[in-house]
């Protein structure tokens, strides 16, 4: 059987515009990895490795991987020990559609 090549993006889009529950959970993954993708390049801007947030939160090396590996989701505790890790305020701003 060959491969047919598949576009992710596109199978998304048409997903999204004819199953309303597919397109509400998409959007709200999304801003999981928005805000963890925020943390990681945080992180590595400072020079921080995973094992020095681990110290600074006291959580160990492996969650902090698995968070950003995107295996566990954080609880809004542990996204705030993250940040005062980094140093940096959690904010909420109304969305401009």
């Known amino acids: 059987m060959p491969f047919v090549q598949v576009n992710i993006k596109d199978e998304i889009k048409e997903k999204c515009e004819t199953d309303p529950e597919f397109k509400e959970i998409w959007e709200e993954s999304r801003m999981e990895y928005r805000i ?26 492996q969650a902090i991987s698995r968070i950003e590996k ?11 020990s993250l940040a005062n890790a980094l140093n940096v305020d959690i904010q909420l701003t109304p969305r401009h559609i």
């Open 36 to 61: 963890l993708g925020e943390l990681i390049k945080l992180r590595k801007e400072k020079g921080l490795t995973q094992a020095d947030i681990a110290e600074k939160t006291g959580y160990n090396q």
């Open 70 to 80: 995107h295996e566990h989701s954080p609880t809004l505790k542990t996204l705030c």
